[in-house]
């Protein structure tokens, strides 16, 4: 699971996971058993949007878009930029 997030991180277009459910195999094919039973498999469902530039001046935009900062690792410390837009 971990590389798998590794490798949406580095792709070379900007992506945005905007679903995950992630549920151990052992639990998704016998929803009774224990998750005591689980071997460490995972059966993941996404939803990954990729967004494309055509243009060098839309991939500049992009670019820009990725150093917004529209959320905190944590909530009780102040932000370290300030957005680009009011309410984000």
């Known amino acids: ?7 949406v991180e580095n792709l070379s277009s900007l992506s945005e996971i905007r ?3 992630v549920k151990a195999l052992t639990l998704a094919e016998n929803p009774s058993a224990s998750p005591l039973q689980a071997d460490g498999r995972v059966q993941a469902d996404f939803t990954l949007v990729l967004y494309m530039a055509p243009t060098p001046e839309n991939k500049l935009q992009l670019e ?5 900062v529209v959320g905190r690792y944590n909530a009780y410390q102040a932000q370290n ?6 309410g984000l």
């Open 1 to 7: 699971m971990l590389e798998f997030i590794r490798e």
């Open 19 to 21: 679903r995950l459910k």
């Open 64 to 68: 820009a878009l990725a150093e917004w």
């Open 81 to 86: 930029r300030a957005l680009p837009y009011p």
